[in-house]
C-alpha cells in the first residue's frame, strides 16, 4: 500500500507543477487556442478530481486522474498548442 501512496503523491505534485507551467501558445479566440483551454481545463479538473478520491483513500482513481491530467496537458504541449517547457521532468516532448 504505501508504493501506491508515494506514487499517487508524486503524480499529484507533477501534475500541479506541470499545470502551473503550461501556458496556452494561441490567441484564446482562434480555434488552437480553445483547444489549448479544454487541454488546462481537463488537466486542472483531473487534479481536482484526483484530490478528492485521495481525500477518500482511493489512491487507484487518485493516481488515475492524476495521470490522465497530465497526459492532456503532454498531448496539448505535443500537437503544439500548449508552450511548456522543454527541459526537466515535467513532460515529455
Excluded at 494561441?26 to 486542472?44: H, I, R
Excluded at 500537437?79 to 516532448?93: A, N, Q
Amino acid at each position: 500500500m504505501t508504493d501506491i501512496v508515494e506514487k499517487t503523491e508524486r503524480y499529484e505534485q507533477l501534475l500541479a507543477e506541470a499545470l502551473s507551467e503550461a501556458e496556452v501558445a494561441s490567441p484564446a479566440d482562434s480555434p488552437l487556442g480553445e483547444a489549448a483551454e479544454d487541454c488546462v481545463e481537463m488537466a486542472a479538473s483531473y487534479l481536482d478530481d484526483g484530490r478528492h478520491f485521495r481525500e477518500e483513500d482511493d489512491f487507484v482513481n487518485a493516481l488515475a486522474s492524476f495521470s490522465y491530467g497530465h497526459a492532456w496537458l503532454d498531448a496539448g504541449a505535443r500537437i503544439g498548442v500548449l508552450d511548456v517547457p522543454r527541459e526537466g521532468h515535467l513532460f515529455t516532448v
